[in-house]
């Protein structure tokens, strides 16, 4: 597996557990003049195209997206068949979009980034927490059922094991202080100028 790195650009991997708030720093950080890729966005875009779609559907046998999700969140071999199908082609739309910006940093969004493996590609890695006592706000948020959340969540590490491995961890109790985490960030960093 090739490197994200590039000598000329920092990349950083953002990650976190559902609903943490990771899409929300990655807004941050794009404000703050980095170029971000959210790798859920370009597996939506990814799933769009006719030859992926024909994979998909050959593989798991359909290519609806609510189906899709009902089969992998059951099935631990139909999630490993539908990122045997996404991950090559994550990686190399990723490694283009690095390749092309001109900007100092890049920033990718990353929910699998330790359970894939792709940590180790980038230069440094931030881990988002969310305050568990936001749940229920940030459940309601998405419409989502505390059982349809738990369901999800056992395919992804746990937070204190996603922090271990991490290099920083931001803690999300509101947004102004993960605004605020991002910014001071970026000024230790000194590769972004604030837009």
């Known amino acids: 597996m090739m490197s994200f790195r590039n000598k000329s650009k920092w990349v950083i991997g953002l990650t976190g557990s559902m609903l943490s708030g990771k899409s929300t720093a990655l807004a941050y950080f794009a404000r703050y003049g980095a170029c971000t890729l959210s790798c859920d966005d370009l597996a939506r875009e990814l799933r769009s195209r006719h030859t992926v779609q024909r994979k998909i559907q050959a593989a798991l046998g359909t290519a609806d997206k609510a189906q899709l999700a009902n089969l992998v969140f059951k099935s631990a071999a139909k999630r490993q068949a539908l990122e045997n199908i996404l991950h090559p082609l994550l990686l190399k739309e990723v490694r283009a979009q690095i390749k092309k910006t ?53 395919h992804q590490w746990p937070d204190e094991k996603k922090a271990q491995h991490a290099d920083v961890v931001f803690f999300h109790a509101t947004k102004a202080q993960l605004k605020k985490s991002v910014e001071r960030f970026c000024n230790v960093l000194e590769v972004l100028p604030h837009q």
Do not use: H, M, Y
Not at 117 to 146: H, M, Q, S, Y
């Open 102 to 154: 001109d900007k100092p940093c890049v920033v990718v969004e990353a929910p699998l980034l330790f359970e894939a493996g792709w940590d180790k590609l980038t230069d440094l890695n931030i881990v988002v927490l969310a305050d568990p006592k936001t749940l229920p706000a940030r459940l309601k948020e998405r419409n989502l059922t505390r059982a349809e959340f738990n369901r999800r969540a056992r």
